[in-house]
């Protein structure tokens, strides 16, 4: 009994000196919106709060987005003491106020920092300022921290990432821990202690397969992104996930490219932060955004990411194990021209070695359900057949019956 309750006390006096992370959170991956990859610096408190508005009335918090995540360039400076202070001109009302607002929506407040002295955007950044930061951010209400890697010359990544952890810890208000840092030192094996989610690639370009070079550094369409993911898989689950950065849905690619961009982003057990401009976003846009049946795959319990099954020229297929047997299935088409693609289930036997899920067709049979057509495309007896159109994607659950 005694040694029972020294352990008990150890193991406050320890969690209090050094920290945790907040668990019991993200247990699926995080929805909300983030303002950088339409507005980028260009942000103030009124846009905050019509995105909020429109979160609400559009229907995207009823399928699930709760986070309104400000990124960079919200700061003005640090006072005389260090306490960091928002744009007095951009967020004249002030953070707090912001996050009352925000709450009163039934959502949730998210903002940026980085690891680094001043942020990728210049503006100061929470290098020996960490505990601070994090008391300030408590005390506005921030629910959500996406931590940023510029400018971070002689920082070891774990350490710093650690560091912010234990100060938002100490605060004493449950924040998920967004790690941008950009998968350079591999956050997929310290990240699940630290944070609920760790960007695994450079930044997103909204182009479905091209790369962007900006000299010193290069963002990634969509395709190049998801090449990036496959070997990671293992590393996420419920509170902990693999992020291939924010969505750039509705952001200028073509309503197809859009589709194929989020259907994988929800195979891939993604965090699905949209980021482009709700308040203005066209039907077919808010409709790839808010399909509940797609979403359904993104937020199943089990939380574990897809793998690619087969590969032939531009097809290729993926699957992704689901809670209660089911599974979920993505046809995607890389290519410029539309591709057939046909499955014939009794030949096939889909194995998943990390979850060790595994289809048996001859004694199980599910139902097929298009998630995009919203049709019921038959059932595993029968084979499948489908055209794929270019840079686009064929979706399906299949149902155990
Ligand atoms: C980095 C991040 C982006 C964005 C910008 C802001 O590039 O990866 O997602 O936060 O900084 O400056």
Redesign the pocket.
Known sequence: MKIKLLTFFALIVFTNIYGQKYEKLALTPPMGWNS?NRF?CDINEKLIREIADTIVSSGMKNAGYIYVNI???WHGSRDSLGFIHPDSVRFASGMKALADYVHSKGLKLGI?SCAGSK???GRPGSRGYEYQDALTYAQWGIDYL?Y?W?NTEGLNAEGAYITMRDALYAAGRPVVFSL?E?GNNKPWIWGPATGHLW?TT??IYNCFDCIKDHGTWKSWGVTYILDMQDSLRKYAGPGHWNDP??LEVGNGMAINEDRAHFSIWCMLAAPLIAGNDIRNMSKETKEILTNKEVLAVNQDSLGIQCFRYSKNNNVESWFKPLANGDWAMCILNRGNTPQKFSINWKNEKISDKDSGKETNFAKITYRLRNLWTKEEAGTTINSFTTEIPAHDVVMLRLIKL
Do not use: I
């Open positions: 950088w980028a990124d960079d360039c940026y942020t990728c955007g996406k940023d510029c941008c950009w960007r450079g930044d950065d924010m």
